[in-house]
């Protein structure tokens, strides 16, 4: 096996195929119809950073916007993560970069076309933190399926 050459030429230890694991990628199931503008990512991103810097009507548009009910009874992470997996840009992105991967400009130009290429590159990198954040992992498995909404 490749992957356990590659190991051994690396570390100089022995490694035989049966000593590496490897994992499966699970396909994310999400759909949506519903897309947030460019400012809500930078808004979450803000409210995850200092939960007092965004006010909670913004939240709750969001919310809403994305077919959230009464969001007060759950955790700011839980919102996060349950506004990301219901919006199409996200999940479009996620499927994206899951398959190949993506050069930045290309992504943020598929992503964000009404945007100016600076701003595609900022909001994107932007998404890209909610994304790979403690928040968004820890929660978005709990996140309800569309189809469930």
Known sequence: MQIAKFANDLFGEPFEPEDVILGEREDINF????????????????????????????????????GMSDTSALSQETVIANILVRDSRTIDLINRIADVPQELGDASQHTFPELQADEQLRILICLLELLVSRTFFRSWMGAPKTSRL
């Not at 930078?42 to 939960?51: E, F, I, K």
Request: charged share 15%; glycine share 0%.
């Open 31 to 66: 759909s949506s119809k519903v897309q947030l503008n460019a400012s809500s990512y930078l808004a979450l991103n803000d409210w995850l950073n200092d939960s007092n810097s965004v006010s909670s009507s913004t939240i709750s548009e969001m919310a809403d916007a994305v």
